[in-house]
């Protein structure tokens, strides 16, 4: 069984930084490919980025060159470093474990932007 569970969220004021870590288990984490997701409540969930298991990333535009998407193979964890953070960062952060048909999904971990 598939288990997906993330850490490090909080309150942070704008243009501070966060990482959140997201630690999967029941699955061969070196070959899969990872997922970080955020919903604000009332919207559709958005992705932020993902990561291959080679290392290869992709993230949203609304947070490229501020967000980076990360991966430790020995320690099967994937990071989600975010720096310049702005109030409208605001939102439950998710991580997936991306496979078909569908993902497998952590409960989420607040992330709060304010002053």
């Known amino acids: 069984q598939v288990q997906v569970a993330e850490f490090g969220g909080g309150l942070v004021q704008p243009g501070g930084s966060l990482t959140l870590s997201c630690v999967p288990s029941g699955i061969a984490f070196e070959n899969q490919v990872m997922a970080w997701y955020r919903q604000v409540p009332g919207k559709e969930r958005e992705r932020v980025g993902f990561?291959?298991?080679?290392?290869?990333?992709s993230e949203a535009p609304s947070v490229k060159g501020r967000f980076s998407i990360s991966r430790d193979n020995v320690k099967n964890t994937v990071f989600l470093q975010m720096n310049n953070l702005k109030p409208e960062d605001t939102a439950i952060y998710y991580c997936?474990?991306?496979?078909?048909?569908?993902?497998?999904w952590g409960q989420g971990t607040q992330v709060t932007v304010s002053s």
């Open positions: 990561i291959g298991p080679r290392g290869a990333t």
């Open positions: 997936a474990v991306v496979k078909s048909p569908s993902n497998s």
